[in-house]
């Protein structure tokens, strides 16, 4: 019976998230854009042990090195920027892509304009919604986190950083839409290095910030649809035509 229950369940989880996709993608198809399901992380209090649990992976050389320097310190290695846990792990640049993948499961996807379908909002903060985007021969992470800025007042954070250094992010613009019911809300911004933690840029303010209100006032059956495009920026290209 206990296996009969957990094979059932495993199927209904299956069947909602395919339910969820074929959504998504009627949704959308017209518009021509890629459809990604991102589903809720809400386990931070277990992130000493999935860490340990990195770390042993990367000990056994599932990943590239981790580099330990106690007496010399490496400008050039970054800490681990995946802002669900408290990664001991240190590279370099190059690597993190790789790092986020195959030890933290964060999907990819490539495309100029992609949806990202955050699914369940109900859920109680902290939570997080996370991908990477790939595009313009770079990478982005987009960071979706319903957080408590004010006790008992839960709001919606989302950004998009450029895995790579702020010199690079300088060069790009993102935009992140929101539209449904005739109404259409726009973030337009330049993207921040993920050399900076996610954390101070969400303290700041600087990204899109939706209240619990303004948030199921988009949201449809508790999925939220942000649509992502990424472009280079105008100054850039005036310098490069220079």
């Given amino acids: ?17 395919r339910f969820q996709h074929y959504k998504a993608k009627r949704v959308f198809s017209a518009a021509g854009q890629l459809v990604c399901v991102v589903n809720p992380t809400h386990s931070l209090k277990y992130a000493p042990a999935l860490c ?12 590239p090195p981790c580099h330990h320097h106690e ?3 490496d400008p050039q290695l970054v800490p681990c920027t995946c802002p669900l846990f408290s990664c001991p792990w240190k590279g370099h640049l190059e690597v993190v892509v790789s790092h986020l993948r195959q030890t933290h499961r964060i999907n990819i996807l490539q495309g100029a304009e992609i949806v990202f ?3 369940d909002m109900h859920l109680p903060a902290p939570t997080d919604w996370i991908i990477m985007h790939s595009c313009l021969g770079h990478q982005f992470l987009l960071v979706l986190r319903k957080q408590e800025k004010y006790e008992g007042h839960p709001q919606f954070f989302a950004t998009m950083m450029l895995i790579g250094t702020p010199t690079q992010a300088d060069n790009f613009t993102y935009r992140l839409e ?11 911004a330049t993207p921040r290095s993920v050399l900076e933690c996610v954390d101070s840029v969400i303290s700041d303010g600087d990204c899109l910030v939706l209240n619990t209100s303004l948030a199921q006032l ?4 508790g999925s939220l649809a ?11 290209n ?3 035509e220079m």
């Fill in 117 to 119: 379908l955050a699914t």
């Fill in 226 to 236: 942000i649509g992502i495009a990424i472009t280079t920026s105008n100054v850039h």
């Fill in 178 to 188: 929101l539209n449904r019911n005739q109404r259409r809300l726009k973030w337009e």
């Fill in 71 to 73: 007496a010399v310190h």
């Fill in 238 to 240: 005036a310098e490069a």
């Fill in 218 to 221: 988009f949201s449809d059956n």
């Fill in 1 to 17: 019976m206990l296996f009969f229950t957990q094979c059932f369940g495993a199927v209904l989880d299956l069947i909602h998230l």
């Fill in 52 to 63: 340990a649990a990195a770390q042993t992976s990367t000990e056994q050389g599932i990943l």
